[in-house]
């Protein structure tokens, strides 16, 4: 992992912070994602400090944004000439509705959207980059089915049935990918 630069979206805390630090400690370049520079700079600060690894860096979007995505993707690819993982972690489990500034519901919109979004704006470097891979964090806790004309209904909005459709909607993109 010495040579490997590795992009991980919600390495604040849980899994992402943890895949980080697990990386850090192999050698790995780690890029990290947060909403807040106050959350992900303690965050660089502990991966330094455990592991030794200094040369972590950051980037700051609000997934729930499609233009902060773009944003984000567009920064990553000027400032990086290589990007060897990219690790679609960050997620969000509402109890209540919620409307993203793009008209979407929100968990479908960070949980799914974005992960899909910055896959494609990152999909050049990555290919210039091979071998490498992204590795999309979901859940074995999804839906059977989805029903897209009703992911943003909010009469019958279910905040742990938006989740498991967002990340069956994830599963499914992967897929659909290999093909």
């Known amino acids: 992992m010495e040579d490997k630069t590795i992009l991980i979206t919600g390495s604040t805390d849980g899994i992402g ?9 192999l050698g790995a370049r780690v890029v990290l994602h947060g909403r807040k520079g106050a959350t992900v700079k303690p965050v660089m600060k502990e991966i330094a400090q455990k592991t030794g690894n200094d040369k972590s860096d950051f980037f700051i979007a609000d997934l729930s944004s499609l233009d902060q995505v773009r944003a984000m993707g567009a920064e990553i690819r000027r400032k990086y000439s290589r990007l060897d993982v990219l690790i679609n972690n960050a997620g969000v ?39 490498s891979r992204i590795i999309n964090v979901a859940s074995m806790v999804h839906s059977s089915s989805l029903d897209y004309d ?4 909010p009469r019958n909005f279910d905040g742990w049935e ?15 990918t290999q093909m």
Do not use: W
């Open 93 to 131: 489990t509402l109890n209540r509705f919620e409307i993203s500034a793009d008209g979407y519901e929100m968990t479908f919109a960070v949980n799914h959207l974005a992960s899909f979004a910055l896959s494609l704006q990152l999909l050049d470097l990555l290919t210039q980059s091979a071998p």
């Open 17 to 25: 912070k943890q895949t980080a630090l697990e990386l850090a400690g």
């Open 150 to 153: 009703n992911l943003a209904n």
């Open 162 to 176: 938006a989740y498991c459709q967002s990340k069956l909607s994830m599963q499914m993109a992967e897929v659909l």
